[in-house]
């Protein structure tokens, strides 16, 4: 793509909107920053802009977007925005972030989304690069804007003997707008109900995931969870190198189950892993993610020892059913990262004691049948919040005592404590996003454990 001269108009003045800014200025491309929101909510935003010399509006997308080469979309963008009608009717390619990223990006890639498990999958293959001595770096839809890390990476990857990969956590929203985007390896998790708010119905959500294989090729390789048959229909129409990976039978080529041993099986190569309980994040969710996270860094190259090694190592990451502390023999867990209703699927399966979970905040069409048995066998009661909380009420009224704490993290904590008893675990595992009390669901994830550590 070229870039010097040309004209991108970048839609979104967060993170990813901001990092993609800098970056084609230094490609010295012309560059202006349309916000829908405020100045007020983004004055570090202007200021910065101001200092590298992007021009920026707040409070609207108007026609000047339309004087771009190039609109570049930030995930929270939906492709049906008025302003992005009126650039298709006008030729103007419409770009993710991760496209233009990819463009000036030296290192290989490896990507990971599904929409569950990507940011501790990707946090893994993370950790296995760096236990290998690799460069390695983690950006996309966790931490740090792909652009923004682009310049180090590429100067890593430019010096003698490095070892450098770019390990990349990949939502729909991100694939939405792609064009070349081609990681060397990519993996697709999982597929579930999830984002009904944004796309027409759930085949639409299945195709934007589908996309992260579109453009591979040659020697690229697709790692795909066997067990899903919504994955597995995507691996059946790829005309690359397939890895599956399966709790429940042999896969021919991928990472599968002998007794309790986890093997891997990589052309003519096939061995022994690890045994399951060796590995440090429990569950058969994590089991399916370290899994993933194996077949992508041996795949590339990387020593069994060092996958070893980090699998027994690795603990986690933060808001995904993360412990908080223990309280008069109650015990408190963070998993704020369950923003739909799989996630929480999971972490109820994850308890063998009595739950009072926190459920709600702003629904994305959620389908609260699939976790109905669960709820029946796990759950003691139900502490609703935010906006979906009216719809968790009317499902699961009949089921479970539910507690009302309204728009207050700080009363759901409090009728959470009241509800349980010693031996309980206090679970908050919203199934919903967090935009209708929060900035995301890492910030609903802190204010949870401050309130929770604040309890006497």
């Known amino acids: 793509m070229q870039v010097r001269g040309k004209r991108f108009s970048i839609l979104g003045a967060g993170k990813s909107g ?9 490609r010295r491309a012309k560059v202006f920053i349309s916000e829908k929101g405020k100045q007020s909510k983004f004055e570090g935003a202007a200021k910065e802009l101001e200092e590298i010399g992007v021009e920026y509006e707040f409070g609207d997308n108007t026609h000047r977007v339309l004087e771009g080469d190039y609109v570049v979309i930030s995930p929270g963008v939906p492709l049906d925005a008025p302003i992005l009608k009126l650039a298709r009717e006008k030729g103007i390619k419409i770009l993710s972030e991760i496209e233009v990223a990819f463009d000036e990006c030296e290192a290989p ?17 993370g950790e296995i690069f760096k236990k290998a001595g690799w460069d390695t770096f983690v950006a996309g839809n966790i931490g740090l804007a792909f652009s923004q890390i682009v310049d ?43 984002h009904l708010d944004r796309y027409k119905n759930y085949e639409a959500y299945i195709q934007a995931k589908y996309r992260i294989v579109e453009n591979q090729k040659g020697h690229d390789i697709f790692v795909y969870n066997h067990d899903d048959e919504n994955v597995r229909n995507c691996a059946d129409t790829v005309n690359i190198r397939t890895l599956g990976f399966s709790l429940n039978e042999e896969t021919k080529q991928g ?9 891997l099986r990589i052309g003519r190569e096939k061995e022994t892993l690890i045994n399951r309980n060796e590995i440090g994040i429990p569950g058969p969710h994590n089991l399916m993610n370290a899994m993933a996270a194996a077949l992508m860094t041996r795949a590339m190259g990387v020593e069994f020892e060092a996958i070893r090694e980090t699998l027994r190592a690795f603990k986690g990451v933060e808001h995904r059913i993360e412990f908080v502390r223990e309280l008069n023999g109650v015990k408190y867990y963070n998993d704020s990262k369950a923003t739909n209703v799989d996630s929480v699927y999971y972490a109820l399966g994850s308890f063998k004691e009595p739950i009072v979970i926190i459920l709600g ?6 389908d609260y049948s699939q976790i109905a048995e669960l709820v029946k066998e796990h759950v003691k009661a139900i502490v609703t919040v935010g906006k979906g909380a009216e719809k968790v009420e009317k499902f699961f009224k009949e089921m479970k005592p539910i507690y009302s704490a309204g728009m207050s993290m700080d009363e759901a904590v409090r009728l959470a404590k ?10 908050l595992s919203p199934a919903c996003a967090s935009f209708d009390m929060f900035d995301n669901y890492e910030h609903r994830g802190k204010v949870f454990k401050e309130l929770v550590c604040s309890l006497k």
């Open 361 to 366: 905040g702003k629904d994305k069409g959620n």
């Open 18 to 26: 901001l990092a993609v800014a800098r970056l084609l200025k230094t």
């Open 418 to 427: 009241e509800a349980a008893a010693p031996g309980d675990v206090v679970l």
């Open 152 to 194: 180090e990476a590429n100067s890593a990857h430019r010096s003698e003997n490095s070892k450098t990969v770019v390990v990349l956590e990949v939502s729909s929203f991100q694939l939405d707008a792609i064009d070349e985007f081609r990681p060397k390896v990519s993996a697709l998790l999982n597929i579930t109900p999830d």
């Open 255 to 263: 990472a599968f189950l002998s007794g309790d041993d986890v093997v």
């Open 109 to 125: 890639v490896v990507a990971i989304t599904g929409t569950n498990g990507k940011t501790t999958t990707t946090t893994l293959v």
